[in-house]
Nanobody, 123 residues
Framework: QVQLVESGGGSVLAGGSLRLSCATS????????MAWFRQAPGKEREAVAV???????YYADSVKGRFIVSEDGVKPTLYLEMNSLKPEDTAMYYC?????????????????WGQGTQVTVSS
């Protein structure tokens, strides 16, 4: 049973930075993809960054150049470095993972989710 636990969220001023972490357990297969999604109140869950097992990365246009997704392959632990934060980045951020090399921007594709970590950016 795969379990994901996010941490690192908080409240920051616009222009600030945060680093989110997603600790995994039960991810026993060597081939998997992981991603960060976010969901603001009243909005759909949207893909923020994807790190595929091939090393391919995807970033939403709204975060390109500001966010960096990375992984500590040992555990593994997924990270999201968020810089130059804007009020519109305010949302609950979720980590997700799925075995295999495929990935998708559709939240319905991903089978396992963490509980989320809240990021609030004030102007």
């Amino acid at each position: 049973q795969v379990q994901l636990v996010e941490s690192g969220g908080g409240s920051v001023l616009a222009g600030g930075s945060l680093r989110l972490s997603c600790a995994t357990s039960g991810l026993s297969v060597p081939i998997y993809s992981m991603a960060w999604f976010r969901q603001a109140p009243g909005k759909e869950r949207e893909a923020v960054a994807v790190l595929a097992t091939t090393g391919t990365t995807y970033y939403a246009d709204s975060v390109k150049g500001r966010f960096i997704v990375s992984e500590d392959g040992v555990k593994p632990t997924l990270y999201l470095e968020m810089n130059s934060l804007k009020p519109e980045d305010t949302a609950m951020y979720y980590c997700t993972a799925r075995a295999g090399s495929r990935w998708s921007l559709d939240a319905n594709f991903w089978l396992t989710w963490g509980q989320g970590t809240q990021v609030t950016v004030s102007s």
